[in-house]
């Protein structure tokens, strides 16, 4: 399944950008956010999040694999275990202007498996997209 979308950003993309990099300030804005450790470039966290009607409590690692501030484009490795299933995908996060703005863009190939591999994968998309609409948009206002 593919996850992609951008959000339009007022901020100064430079700012947004330096804000987006560092994982101690990034972290804050994870929906559902429990606990968490940062340690060099790997992120550590207990996520409480629903996916559906199911919830859940997910341990999440995310490793920033690449972090190019000249382009603004990250690769992000991550993977994620609970009782209701795994997940893991690359993730790519990337700012890009155009005449009309600035914009925040994301894209993902997630594998799921367990119990939340068996939703739909429409709903899995859409609470995905949620979650990183939310994340972006609270990085942009946090600037």
Known sequence: MKIEGSEKIEANPDKVWDYLSDPEKIIKCVPGVVEWNVSNNVIKAK????????????????????????????????????????FESAVTIYIKSSDDGNYLGYSADPKVSGMIGTISSSIVANTIKKIVRDMLQCASKSV
């Open 47 to 86: 996520i409480k999040q629903g996916i559906g009607f199911i919830k859940g409590t997910f341990d999440v690692t995310v490793s920033i694999e690449k972090n190019d501030q000249l382009k603004k484009e990250a690769l992000l490795s991550m993977q994620g275990t609970s009782n209701l299933g795994n």
